[in-house]
């Protein structure tokens, strides 16, 4: 899988790993999942695996049951556990979660399958025949350092505004993407706000978003916010933590989303009490499937918060799964994060498109897509490569070192 971009943490390395589940019923029939393949869930999924064998495939509470003895187990070894992105405490329950959300939509493709119904069928229906897709902007250089092995790409660098909106030009005219996000967090706040004022300039009246992944101070996103209040759909994640978010839409009166200060049902509490948060940007992969997606759905519709959905360096099985969810949920009125364009690669027969910026919702059975095992084999050859053994755990930093030997992990509030 290809993509780069620069974030506040680091440069996205060329290839990020990712683990492929695949479930095989008594009657011969199978269901894919996908989620992170660092050597972490790694850990998790392979005894996971092996425990499953015997179990209904529609047994998925069961899942849940079975993943937690064998979390405790893991936490005996190592109980402080990266769980890869920035999802705030790093704990060996969110990789549980993480793990889990593979196999149980695996699973739903399984049983989808069998009874010849879509998986969006299994979770209530659909109330959309389409998903829309925001476009998901980078800084990015031209190419990755020497000695990084990777393709080209031609998507050019994007350091400035001028190229920043270059790069959104290339994904409205390829994709039909109508609203946009730049990751933030990499350029000093007036040189980011100087990026989203050009897209406001060149895409009038679209939806814009910044998400600095928690890189400033609460001053420094109250400046940003005043700056780009007038232009911005919402602004993600400027401040690090509950607190300093609630802080910020205070005073600032500007919609905040988050994708980390709330990740786990338990972090919800104080954050929609405290008006922290104005759109939590939810991710299967981090609340452990798609029937808790549903749920977290519902608990943050009492709290009167809007819904959208994170990304992160995904493949087509889990587009078509977060695809299937969002098109269950009724009020679900932002356009959804997908990192898929980024992807040259993929384990998929045939690739998943956007129309207009929108996916089409499938009725076939399951997730209606199908694993090309000439690909999936060719990637995993890829993955066993020594040459590649650095990569088989996402290291951003690492990447970013790469390019400049003296850089290090910038402290939070970077600004």
Not at 8 to 33: F, M
Not at 199 to 228: I, M, Q, Y
Not at 315 to 333: C, K, Y
Request: with cysteine; hydrophobic share 45%.
């Amino acid at each position: 899988m290809y993509g780069e971009g620069v974030r506040g943490g680091g440069l996205h390395q060329p290839y990020t790993p990712r683990l492929i589940i695949e479930v095989e019923t008594a009657d011969g029939g199978t269901g894919v999942g996908e989620t992170y393949g660092d050597g972490k869930y790694l850990e998790l999924a392979r005894p996971l695996a092996a425990a499953l064998v015997g179990r209904a495939a529609s047994d998925l509470n069961g899942l849940f049951t079975l993943a937690d003895e064998l979390a405790v187990d893991a936490a005996r070894v190592d109980t402080a556990v990266d769980v890869g992105g920035l999802r705030g405490a790093q704990t060996v329950d969110k990789l549980r979660l993480s793990v889990v959300s593979g196999f149980e939509v695996a699973c739903l493709d399984a049983l989808g399958k069998s009874l010849g119904l879509p998986v969006h069928a299994l979770l209530g229906g659909k109330v959309r025949d389409s998903v829309e897709y925001g476009a998901y902007l980078f800084y990015k250089h031209a190419a990755h350092p020497p000695g990084i092995a990777s393709e080209p790409d031609d998507w050019g660098p994007a350091l400035d505004p001028a190229q920043v909106v270059a790069q959104a030009r290339l994904f409205e005219e390829r994709y039909g993407f109508t609203s946009f996000k730049l990751k933030g967090g990499v350029r000093p706040p007036e040189e980011e706000i100087a990026a989203v004022r050009a897209l406001a300039a060149a895409f009038p009246g679209r939806p814009l978003r910044l998400d600095p992944n928690g890189a400033w101070s609460v001053e420094t996103s109250l400046k940003v916010a005043a700056e780009l209040g007038d232009v911005l759909e919402y602004l993600e994640d400027p401040a690090l933590g509950t607190p300093a978010m609630a802080e910020v839409a205070a005073r600032s009166g500007v919609p905040l989303a988050t994708n980390m200060c709330v990740t786990t049902f338990a972090e919800i509490p104080a954050a929609f009490a405290s008006g922290a948060v104005q759109v939590v940007l939810c991710d299967h992969h981090y609340w452990g499937g798609l029937r808790a997606t549903r749920e977290l759905a519902a608990v943050r519709r009492t709290f009167g918060v809007a819904l959208s959905m994170h990304s992160n360096t995904h493949l087509g099985v889990s587009l078509a799964a977060m695809t299937h969810v969002a098109a269950t949920v009724p009020d679900l009125r932002h356009a959804c994060d997908s990192h898929y364009p980024w992807q040259s690669e993929d384990v998929l027969s045939e690739r998943l498109r956007f129309d207009g910026g929108r996916v089409a919702v499938t009725d076939a059975p399951g997730l209606g897509v199908t694993l090309d095992r000439e690909k999936l084999d060719a990637l995993h050859r890829r993955w066993l490569d020594e040459d590649f053994a650095a990569l088989r755990d996402r290291d951003d930093a690492a990447a970013m070192r790469r390019l400049d030997p003296e850089w290090t992990t910038p402290l939070v509030p970077r600004w």
